[in-house]
């Protein structure tokens, strides 16, 4: 057992392939090279390859072309005069910030004491609540945005008109193209968010920490604003800041909403960069602060959440008393109610009543009820395509995203590769990209040759791909790491290669992790409208983006019935979930 | 034909089936094993045996190829299979590992487990189906052979983790503490079962432990090992009466300690001294100051002084005692003196605190360690 033994063996020829070679003897001792070339380093390389492609060109693409002079190539600070040196550009950007932050403000308004009541209370009907809360969240917003406009329009709206009719006045109460419109109909589909982050920590503290209090003689009340408040704190903070940079990054609401009442945003600022002459160099410079704020917000997020108060609250779950409210707790489900009337039963109520109305101004009335809505969108081949079209580039999106995720969540949690973490990092960074600024970037790459994707659904596909991939990369994160990896040793040490010990024993006992990863990344690109937006051509149209047009024309009826299939859809999809991977797949925080 | 006999070389017995030659693993500055050698013949039963932290998971890993060593080589046959250049992966490697969560693959059924190696060696449907019954019924499971691994004891997924590593007969065989997840009596039952199989099959196996009852169990030979070395490697009954140094006289069992220093023909104690030849010590030659492990079993305890020339008598004082049910635990104190030596004693033995009595010691069972 020496060097000079072991000298030739490892320089000798073919050390050996991978792969399972059960031949005993000789063969066996050949000795493998460090740096050879097996079919999982190819797979690796390909994966890096792909993230390239898809997160580091359209980003850096994106950053350099803001430094880029739009007619010489040269560079030059002109783009971000152009974008930045104008008033209304810069009110835009003031707007986006007081937008984000007031949604934030209203969205705990609504949902830290819906999450309280739910928590630790022994209010009636919190399945009811929860439900709607759900509910709330698989909601697009735009769609949301547009029922409030079918309740709230200034004049026509229901609301309104109840109003008038019962006060005789001429005018309406409220106006939902206004500021005011604009934050509440967005917190009203966003509040969940925090709502979940509240309510998985207030079920994680225990009540022993609130009897403690009692038992020094502090009042109920007092104890849930000095006790368990600041224990769920960094929850709700953490919810806040996701609920923000969503809010600043929205594009749908505006679109239906702040467009029409001159309200001026970031994102929709953006938008109108695009329209002729194309000035997409100044709208990467306008965008990059975008995304400076969502690093730095993210990284505080990350600051927040990790501190050590909050891990230490997930310790011992002890037992958990509901507060008994008493005869209160109909007023607190009262209120609970209220927040999911406005958020679903109200704006649902009038987005069916246009869905089955021929003219939704019209009314209630049984000459104004048709079918036609619906039979007009699966009769008409444009509709039609659009449908098909919508399905499978989320199916897509959803298949191609998780492939890639599980094989660079893979590499990176068995520590296969030396820059692992950079892989990760890759694929998380998407977050940090508002959609319609991805989208921009994706524009700016590939719909140029070499490539000139633009007009085909690929170029969707990808785009989607890049958008979700953080969600799909997360999941499988936690999906192999709640794998022992001795489950694969096995494999390995009864003479299987790794590949097939990913193929027979990783991805058989992950597969509930990963339909339920699919389901995540398919929902919300079935609904994707902000990338969509600048990515679709006439051919690869899809729901949003026709919802969208049907709002600017004012075809409520048609864009009503359109956004009933797509959450009849989304629903189905969500029961399925709820079949194949367990109840809590949708609502997890992650 | 076995092609393995033309690979094994006829001075069988000479050759070592593994052969660990200074081998060393740090993980980062830290040294998890540091310079380690270690020889197990073809059908041996070797234990690593160590508290926590000490290196013996790293060790065994290192021998199946998960782990590659920062210096030194591991030879399988005479063949070298790691080094820090080099690594034969471990599915190349013919070996079968127990791994401490069992890694039954619970998408398969327990035939579908055990089965798995033997597919992979591409024998046909008919021999594979007959070697998993028979392995199957040498570990009692036969009647399980359909089942899913949730639907089993924890028990018996450990025996198809033992069927799934033995079907394939291993090269060598790797336990990583396959038996801290069970209950203390099937731990027990467990320990004797593995040895059974190790008789019947006369794998070369290589069992990680910090519980020492179960590597004197099961063990031909037994490696001590302490922050990354081996201290001592010898047979269990070995170990226990001449243990080499402190730490595996204070490891194996439990013993009394004590700092002596050596002066002219006499050894000195506090409170006593014992003459030098009194120590069966290898022939080694004793000065300076040494230390001597004395097991309580092998002191015994007199009311009445010996015989005048009775060298290895002490008077003591008994300070403190606890009646443990299979035994007497008494602390007895030298005259003159701070030390405190434990000894145990028969039930009938029966002695009261502040009982003066004297200490008979055996010369066979004292060991000077370093
Ligand atoms: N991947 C790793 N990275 C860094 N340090 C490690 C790694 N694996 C093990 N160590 C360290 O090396 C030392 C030896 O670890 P090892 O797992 O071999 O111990 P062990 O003897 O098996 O202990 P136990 O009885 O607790 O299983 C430990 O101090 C451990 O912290
Ligand atoms: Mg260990």
């Given at each position: 057992?020496?060097?000079?033994i ?28 460090p ?7 190819l797979?690796w ?9 898809l ?15 739009t ?21 835009g950007?003031g ?9 934030v403000?209203?969205?705990i ?6 999450a ?8 009636p009907g ?12 698989i ?10 406009i ?6 026509a ?15 309406g ?18 509040f ?24 020094l003689?502090?009042?109920?009340l ?9 224990l769920?704190?960094?929850a709700?903070?953490?919810g806040?800041?996701?609920?923000f940079?969503?809010?600043v990054?929205?594009f ?6 702040a ?22 160099e ?10 400076l ?13 990790g ?12 037992g ?12 607190v ?13 109200l704006?649902?109520a009038?987005?069916a009543?246009a ?5 939704w101004?019209?009314?209630f009335s ?14 008409e ?24 995720a ?12 030396l ?14 990209v ?9 524009y ?6 070499p490539?000139?994707l633009y ?9 989607f ?72 051509a ?14 600017e024309?004012g ?5 009503a019935a359109l ?5 009849g ?19 997890r925080k992650? | 034909m ?6 094994v ?8 089936r ?9 993980f ?6 540091d ?6 013949m073809?059908?041996?039963?070797v ?8 290196g ?24 070298p ?22 890694a039954?693959?619970p ?7 055990v089965?798995?190696?033997?597919k ?5 449907r008919?021999?594979?189906g ?15 052979e ?18 799934r590593?033995?079907v394939?007969?291993?090269?060598v065989?790797?336990?990583d ?15 004797y079962?593995?040895r059974?199989?190790?008789d019947a099959?006369?794998?070369t196996t ?7 009852s ?13 922050r ?13 009466t ?6 595996v006289a204070?490891?194996?069992g ?34 300076g100051?040494v230390?001597l492990s ?6 015994a ?15 003591c004082?008994l ?7 299979e035994?007497?635990d ?29 200490l ?11």
């Amino acid at each position: 057992m020496n060097r000079q033994i072991l000298a030739p063996e490892l320089d000798g020829p073919d050390v050996g392939r991978g792969g399972a070679q059960a031949s005993p003897g000789p063969v066996a001792a050949r000795v493998r090279r460090p740096f050879r070339v097996d079919p999982w380093s190819l797979i690796w390389i390909g994966a890096t390859l792909i993230l390239v492609f898809l997160v580091v060109a359209p980003m850096l693409r994106l950053l350099i072309s803001s430094f880029q002079s739009t007619e010489t190539g040269a560079f030059t600070l002109e783009n971000y005069v152009t974008a930045y040196a104008s008033q209304r550009r810069l009110i835009g950007f003031g707007n986006s910030l007081l937008y984000g932050a007031a949604v934030v403000l209203v969205s705990i308004g609504l949902a830290v004491p819906l999450a309280w009541a739910v928590a630790r209370t022994d209010m009636p009907g919190k399945g009811v609540v929860r439900a709607t809360v759900l509910g709330a969240f698989i909601t697009p917003s735009y769609l949301g945005a547009i029922g409030w406009i079918l309740l709230a329009g200034p004049n026509a709206g229901w609301i309104n008109r109840a109003w008038m009719a019962l006060t005789g006045s001429s005018t309406g109460v409220f106006d939902v193209y206004s500021f005011a419109g604009l934050v509440l109909v967005t917190a009203l589909y966003a509040f969940p968010y925090i709502f979940v982050f509240t309510a998985d920590a207030l079920d994680r503290v225990s009540s022993e920490m609130e009897e403690a209090a009692h038992i020094l003689g502090m009042s109920p009340l007092r104890t849930i604003f000095k006790v368990t408040l600041p224990l769920v704190l960094p929850a709700i903070l953490g919810g806040s800041i996701i609920v923000f940079l969503d809010t600043v990054a929205l594009f749908g609401t505006p679109a239906v909403i702040a467009l029409p009442a001159r309200i001026n945003i970031m994102t929709l600022q953006l938008w109108q960069f695009f329209e002729f002459p194309v000035r997409a160099e100044a709208a990467a410079a306008y965008a990059v602060p975008l995304v400076l704020i969502t690093v730095a917000m993210l990284g505080l997020q990350r600051l927040i959440l990790g501190r050590k108060g909050y891990v230490s609250l997930t310790g011992k779950s002890g037992g958990r008393q509901p507060m008994p409210l008493g005869r209160l707790k109909w007023a607190v489900l009262g209120l609970c109610l209220l927040v999911c009337s406005l958020a679903v039963f109200l704006p649902y109520a009038a987005l069916a009543q246009a869905a089955f109305s021929r003219a939704w101004g019209q009314g209630f009335s049984f000459a104004n009820l048709t079918l036609g809505n619906f039979g007009y969108l699966f009769n008409e081949a444009s509709s039609r395509q659009i449908i098909l079209n919508t399905f499978t580039y989320s199916a897509a999106t959803a298949c191609v995203a998780v492939v890639l995720a599980l094989i660079v969540a893979y590499v990176v949690s068995r520590r296969l590769v030396l820059f692992g973490g950079v892989l990760a990092t890759l694929c998380m960074a998407p977050l940090v990209v508002p959609g319609i600024v991805l989208a921009i970037g994706f524009y700016a790459v590939y719909s140029s040759p070499p490539l000139a994707l633009y007009g085909t659904a690929a170029i969707l596909v990808l785009g989607f791909t890049t958008r979700f991939l953080p969600i799909a990369f997360a999941n499988c994160m936690a999906g192999l790491r709640a794998l022992n990896p001795e489950m694969e040793e096995a494999v390995r040490i009864l003479g299987g290669s790794r590949l097939l010990a990913v193929r027979r024993v990783v991805v058989p006992l992950l597969k509930k992790s990963l339909v339920g990863t699919w389901l995540l990344v398919f929902i919300p690109a079935s609904r994707e409208l902000s990338t969509a937006i600048f990515l679709v051509a006439a051919k690869t149209r899809v729901i949003a983006v026709m919802i969208l047009d049907l709002s600017e024309n004012g075809s409520f009826e048609l864009l009503a019935a359109l956004g009933f299939f797509l959450l009849g859809v989304t629903i189905l999809i969500v029961l399925i979930g709820y079949r194949l991977v367990g109840r809590d797949f949708l609502l997890r925080k992650s | 034909m076995n092609p393995m006999a033309l690979s094994v070389p006829r001075d069988e017995a000479a050759q070592p089936r593994l052969s660990l030659d200074r081998i060393t693993c740090k993980f980062g500055p830290y040294v998890a094993v540091d310079n380690l050698d270690l020889d197990i013949m073809p059908g041996e039963f070797v234990s690593l045996l160590g508290p926590s932290g000490c290196g013996k998971t790293t060790t065994l890993r290192m021998i199946a190829g998960f782990i590659k060593p920062t210096a030194g080589t591991i030879a399988m046959d005479g063949v070298p299979i790691s080094s820090a250049a080099a690594t034969l992966p471990p599915e190349r490697r013919q070996m079968s590992m127990i791994f401490q969560s069992y890694a039954v693959w619970p998408n398969m059924t327990i035939g579908e487990n055990v089965a798995f190696g033997l597919k992979l060696r591409r024998l046909d449907r008919e021999t594979i189906g007959r070697k998993v019954r028979e392995v199957l019924e040498t570990v009692h499971l036969a009647h399980l052979e359909d089942r899913y691994p949730a639907e089993l004891s924890g028990g018996q997924q450990q025996r198809v983790a033992l069927a799934r590593a033995i079907v394939i007969r291993p090269r060598v065989l790797l336990l990583d503490e396959p038996l801290s997840n069970l209950d203390a009596n099937l731990r027990e039952e467990m320990r004797y079962e593995i040895r059974r199989l190790h008789d019947a099959f006369n794998f070369t196996t290589v069992y990680v432990t910090h519980d020492q009852s179960e590597a004197m169990v099961t063990s031909d030979r037994i490696a001590v090992m302490n922050r990354g070395r081996i201290e001592q490697i010898d047979a269990p009954y070995i170990l226990y009466t001449r243990p080499r140094t402190r730490f595996v006289a204070g490891f194996i069992g439990r013993t009394n300690l004590l700092d002596g220093t050596c002066d002219g023909t006499e050894v000195r104690f506090d409170g006593f001294s014992l003459p030098q030849g009194a120590f069966e010590n290898a022939g080694r030659h004793l000065d300076g100051s040494v230390q001597l492990s004395i097991r309580p079993q092998s002191i015994a305890l007199r009311r009445v002084p010996p015989a005048e020339d009775d060298t290895l008598a002490i008077r003591c004082d008994l300070v403190e005692r606890a009646f443990l049910g299979e035994s007497w635990d008494y602390v007895v104190t030298p005259a003159g003196s701070g030390l405190r030596l434990r000894v145990a004693a028969v039930p009938s033995e029966v002695f009261e605190v502040g009982d003066a009595v004297w200490l008979v010691l055996d010369p066979q069972q004292m060991m000077v360690v370093v």
